[in-house]
């Protein structure tokens, strides 16, 4: 069973890896106890995925730019 809530401890994505943050909004599922960010529109992270001669590689980014502390805080991978 899958729950919207939001995060009481620091942790990651199972999905996507990117770091999940307390207070952030995230899917918890409780059969297999793993911890997803909300859908992408609604996430406060975006994903970019860059191609170079095939080889593909997938960033994660704060929706609203690059902190200033970045990548300190851990939520910008590019």
């Keep these: 069973m899958r729950k919207t809530m939001l995060a009481k401890y620091r942790g990651r994505c199972a999905d996507s ?3 999940i943050n307390v207070g952030d909004e995230i899917t918890y599922d409780t059969v297999a106890r ?14 970019i995925t860059l191609n170079n001669q095939g080889t593909y590689k997938t960033f994660t980014r ?10 300190c ?6």
């Design 17 to 19: 890896g990117a770091v």
């Design 73 to 78: 805080c851990g939520c910008c991978t590019i």
């Design 34 to 47: 793993k911890s997803y960010l909300t859908e992408p529109g609604d996430s406060r992270v975006e994903f």
């Design 62 to 71: 704060n929706a609203a730019g690059r902190c200033i502390d970045a990548p």
